[in-house]
């Protein structure tokens, strides 16, 4: 079982930033892929960032949306995924959940609300 904790949401204005942390524990050996992804109220989850392990290194997926102005990082030896979120709109207000792929096995955090204020 593998267990994600988020941090780092809150309310912010347009034009902010913020940084959220995902930290896994549990029965990990390795984490395919670590990630991001958002809620907004009425509509779907929908992918923000992904950061995948591969042979040669990591392969890293954004959604347009968010292309310039988020970014993904990952502390392998942590087991945490980071999301820096900067020049935030108010678009960006959802719920954002922490993901990993672990053993092919999908895992989801709790989520965590980030409000951007206009």
Do not use: H
Not at 3 to 15: D, K
Not at 42 to 68: C, F, H, M, P, W
Not at 83 to 95: F, G, H
């Amino acid at each position: 079982q593998v267990q994600l904790v988020e941090s780092g949401g809150g309310l912010v204005q347009a034009g902010g930033s913020l940084t959220l942390s995902c930290a896994a524990s549990g029965s990990i050996f390795s984490i395919d892929t670590m990630g991001w992804y958002r809620q907004a109220p009425g509509k779907q989850r929908e992918l923000v960032a992904l950061v995948a392990s591969i042979t040669s290194g990591s392969v890293i997926n954004y959604a347009d949306s968010v292309k310039g102005r988020f970014t993904i990082s990952r502390d392998n030896a942590k087991n945490t995924v980071y999301l820096q979120m900067n020049s935030l709109k108010p678009q960006d207000t959802a719920v954002y959940y922490c993901y990993a792929l672990v053993s092919a096995i999908d895992y989801w955090g709790q989520g965590t609300q980030v409000t951007v204020s206009s």
